[in-house]
């Protein structure tokens, strides 16, 4: 399993990265307008698999239904060269039409969706190199892979919108019952309602309900809330921006 570098988390190593000129500009010629990134990163230092078992897939999965009502990129980015061996992303190219393939359950967990669903021929796998970077839409396919070599495999991914976009609020919640949640924000408080759709998790995907709700997001919790007409699709906390 990747181990999560929490010293660079607690760092926020993410804000000098973004806050490059040359990063800034790139995301531009990407995204065709100036980037907005959201405030969840993952550093991952990727351990020798010491059973070398031939089954290397570490899960399928799409990056978009434990965030619903929020649009973004996934940009994975490799920090030494990953080879086949090492190990790095298997993606399904083309194939985000999948989303009706996988769902969310009620104790959130993200549904593996089953490769012989998608047509043969669709994952697709590189030597990645430092300086390459891949984006994926939140709904593709893809797999992290066991490392079956003798050095750790080190990456991060980041997610990030064009800022035209309809973003998240990301605040602080000033007060929360099981059925509202009000965020405080650079643009004032924000109160939103609490639906039965809607995804109020952990940041490790645990859905919550109810009194759960209430005990998870206290205030004064820094959060993530995708919103659409009034209700909260998304509530999760961020410890990183």
């Known amino acids: 399993?990747?181990?999560?570098?929490?010293?660079?988390?607690?760092?926020?190593?993410?804000?000098?990265?973004?806050?490059?000129?040359?990063?800034?500009?790139?995301?531009?010629?990407?995204?065709?307008?100036?980037?907005f990134w959201k405030p969840v990163t993952e550093y991952r230092a990727t351990p020798p698999d010491p059973t070398r078992s031939p089954n290397r897939i570490t899960g399928w999965h799409q990056d978009g239904p434990p965030t619903p009502g929020v649009d973004f990129l996934t940009m994975w980015v490799?920090?030494?060269?990953?080879?086949?061996?090492?190990?790095?992303?298997?993606?399904?190219?083309?194939?985000?039409?999948?989303i009706n393939r996988m769902r969310v359950d009620e104790t959130g967990t993200n549904k593996a969706i089953p490769p012989e669903t998608l047509?043969?021929?669709?994952?697709?796998?590189?030597?990645?190199?430092?300086?390459?970077?891949?984006?994926?839409?939140?709904?593709?396919?893809?797999?992290?892979?066991?490392?079956?070599?003798?050095?750790?495999?080190?990456?991060f991914d980041h997610r990030v919108m064009r800022r035209g976009a309809k973003r998240p609020i990301i605040g602080t919640v000033v007060a929360i019952a099981p059925d509202r949640i009000e965020v405080k924000d650079g643009d004032g408080i924000t109160a939103l309602r609490i639906e039965p759709s809607t995804y109020?998790?952990?940041?490790?995907?645990?859905?919550?309900?109810?009194?759960?709700?209430?005990?998870?997001?206290?205030?004064?919790?820094?959060?993530?809330?995708g919103h659409d007409h009034g209700v909260a699709t998304v509530v999760r906390p961020t410890h990183q921006d």
Not at 78 to 98: C, H, K, M, R
Not at 121 to 133: L, N
Not at 200 to 225: C, S
């Open 119 to 155: 047509p043969d021929g669709c994952w697709c796998h590189t030597t990645y190199r430092p300086g390459d970077v891949l984006f994926m839409n939140r709904w593709t396919p893809h797999s992290g892979m066991t490392n079956i070599s003798d050095r750790f495999r080190l990456s």
């Open 78 to 98: 490799p920090v030494a060269e990953i080879d086949w061996n090492v190990g790095g992303i298997l993606f399904a190219e083309g194939q985000t039409e999948s």
């Open 200 to 225: 109020a998790r952990t940041t490790l995907h645990q859905r919550l309900h109810g009194q759960e709700i209430v005990e998870e997001f206290i205030p004064g919790t820094r959060v993530i809330v």
């Open 1 to 35: 399993m990747p181990i999560h570098m929490e010293p660079l988390a607690e760092r926020k190593a993410w804000q000098r990265f973004v806050a490059e000129q040359s990063i800034h500009d790139f995301l531009v010629s990407v995204l065709g307008e100036a980037p």
